[in-house]
């Protein structure tokens, strides 16, 4: 088996620092006189295009999307305790990002929850809610590809769950 096969046409797939995104083409390209399989990824909202070689998949940490256990647990983490670690600010928003870009959808929905504020709790600083926008796209973007609505509806879903630890 081919490593593309993996990787079909239309499947959509994670790329850890950017998120999901759809399999549009297996390309053979003559790259400094070297003949490479490329897998084709294109990131819609971004409106990118990356170009992977088969060969390196697997350490760009590329993978298909999650299942739908995986990411119940993720749904899970979400009324979980929030963790609030009095590290500096920038050593949290660090270890935020790293959540993140790793791509595990437990992970992200953890700075999700850390970060999310209800409508009676202090206001975030603007960093603040730009990783924690960050994380609910993110998430949002999974959720979506795996249940198959649309992301306004995955970003609901989310934010009810949110909610629901709240109450």
């Known amino acids: 088996m081919s490593k593309a096969a993996k990787h079909r ?31 084709v990824v294109e990131f819609e909202k971004e409106k990118m295009t990356l170009r992977i070689p088969l060969d390196k998949l697997e350490s760009a940490g590329l993978r298909s999307l999650s299942s739908k256990k995986d990411i119940q647990v993720a749904m899970k983490t979400l ?15 660090q270890e ?12 992200i929905a953890e700075v999700v929850r850390d970060l999310h504020r209800n409508a009676d709790q202090p206001d975030q600083s603007y ?20 249940d198959k609505i649309d992301e306004a509806a995955a970003e609901e879903k989310i934010v009810a769950q949110l909610r629901s630890a709240a109450a």
């Open 9 to 39: 046409t239309g499947d959509y797939v994670v790329y850890p620092a950017h998120g999901v995104g759809q399999v549009k083409a297996v390309q053979t390209q003559e790259i400094a006189g070297e003949k490479l399989e490329l897998l």
């Open 96 to 107: 935020y990002e790293a959540k993140i870009n790793s791509g595990d959808p437990v992970s």
């Open 127 to 146: 960093s603040e809610r730009q990783i924690y926008q960050s994380a609910l796209e993110r998430l949002t973007r999974e959720v979506a590809a795996i």
């Open 79 to 93: 009324t979980g305790k929030v963790r609030v670690r009095r590290a500096m600010w920038s050593r949290r928003a």
